[in-house]
């Protein structure tokens, strides 16, 4: 997963990323809707700006693959 190496919003590169997270959190929304799967949880990266606060997530490959594949997200135009 590719990323900045520097933050879009202030140009800082002091960046913290965590890995592994999961998108539907037990009491949170299903932020990739369509790529779970019964006992599967999609995963996520995040990247935070540690001068502004800026944070911005990136979906893991094998994520990507099963929004393709089951084709319920549209390409943006």
Avoid at 18 to 24: F, M, Q, T
Avoid at 46 to 74: F, H, M, P, S
């Amino acid at each position: 997963m590719a990323s900045q190496k520097s933050c879009p919003e202030c140009g800082s590169n002091d960046l913290l990323t965590h890995s592994d997270i999961s998108a539907r959190g037990g009491y949170g929304p299903d932020l990739l809707p369509g790529s779970s799967g019964l006992f599967t949880s999609p995963k996520l990266r995040a990247v935070v700006c540690k001068d502004c606060g800026l944070i911005r997530y990136y979906a893991a490959k094998e994520t990507l693959q099963k929004l393709i594949e089951k084709g319920q997200w549209n390409r943006l135009l």
